[in-house]
């Protein structure tokens, strides 16, 4: 029988997110049934469903470069949201990731006012800068000192980067590459990497990073990371340390085993987390992937209880109702 279900990669569109906002999405809301109503629905229903019986919901990419008075808006709409239904909804905060010092301030308010359990932001910023240069170091900080977790979540391509996948087919194929299809999650992998690189978990070895799609491509080729991050320079921890200790894994909206497997094999099992992805991503999918997991012989019952909601309440102080709010 399947367990409990805590899933946190959950998103919902702020009223208050600009209409160029709304336009990034043209491909998913032309394809997604019922996207745009989901997106901007903050009930339990019909987002707790198939066993899941906790939420913690972000923002949908995209608006970590907005001002700042819609990041808070859009936080204070979702702790509205989580004030109603507190057993079931919990919150991961969106940041200005265009400002380290606001981002660090916000995350603040977010974790000690609004009673969230982390940031979920944006991959990047809109001009494509990833957070490993100096000035970064007031977000990571506050990070480390309020012990959140930041989950870094894909976002569209700069202009620039959008570049690399243009070529001879559709516009539609390279924006697809460059998003879910492939893009979205070679630049994540990317940005831990130099995230290592900068010597971040040196300086900043309490933070917690978060990241989806079973790894975001970085436990396939984590053996390769490991042999060629030595020449990188001298670092306290090798890369499979960082790793292990400061990286969480989620599953979200990748549903097949075979990527498991690999996970299972050099992943400890306390760092992988169960995710849908909704509403980009179907709850009874999830489910099916869920039992097929259970079927498989590939983690015993107290394994799959790990993934399924003991190790989310663990990384975020929260518990698993025993049913969900449907």
């Known amino acids: 029988m399947p367990p409990p279900l ?7 569109f702020s009223p208050s997110a600009p209409p160029s906002l709304t336009a990034l999405y043209s491909e998913q ?28 919901l972000s923002h949908a990419p995209g608006l970590s470069s907005s001002p700042d008075s819609v990041i808070r808006t859009a936080n204070d709409t979702l702790f509205t949201a989580i004030a109603a239904s507190p057993s079931h909804l919990a919150g991961f905060a969106t940041l200005d990731m265009d400002s380290p010092p606001l981002a ?3 995350l603040r308010r977010c974790i000690t006012t609004l009673r969230f359990r982390g940031a979920l932001v944006d991959n990047t910023t809109s001009t494509g800068t990833f957070f490993d240069a100096p000035a970064y170091d007031i977000f ?6 309020l012990n959140a977790p930041i989950y870094l979540h894909p976002t569209w391509a700069a202009p620039a980067q959008l570049e690399r996948y243009r070529g001879n087919f559709s516009e539609g194929a390279a924006q697809s590459m460059a998003s879910s299809a492939f893009g979205w999650h070679s630049e994540v992998g990317l940005h831990v990497l130099r995230l290592y690189a900068s010597g971040l978990f040196d300086r900043r070895p309490g933070v917690k990073l978060i990241i989806g799609h079973m790894g975001e491509m970085i436990p396939f080729m984590l053996d390769r990371i490991q042999t060629l991050s030595k020449r990188w320079g001298e670092y306290r921890r090798d890369f499979k340390t960082v790793y292990r200790e400061n990286i969480w894994i989620t599953t979200s909206g990748v549903w097949s085993i075979d990527p ?3 996970i299972l094999a050099n992943t400890p099992i306390d760092h992988i987390l169960y995710s849908v992805d909704y509403p980009f991503q179907r709850n009874e999918v999830g489910l099916e992937w869920i039992k097929e997991l259970e079927a498989s012989g590939l983690v015993d019952e107290e394994q799959l209880n790990a993934i399924a909601y003991r190790n989310a309440e663990k ?12």
Do not use: D, Y
């Open 6 to 12: 805590i899933t946190l990669e959950e998103h919902f």
């Open 29 to 56: 809301l032309r394809h997604v049934p019922h996207l745009q109503s989901q997106l901007l629905s903050l009930t339990p229903t019909p987002r707790l469903t198939h066993n899941i019986t906790l939420s913690i």
């Open 104 to 106: 660090a301030s916000e």
């Open 260 to 262: 498991m497997r690999c």
């Open 140 to 145: 990571w900080a506050a990070a480390e000192e």
């Open 315 to 326: 990384l975020l102080g929260v518990t698993a109702p025993k049913e969900s709010s449907s």
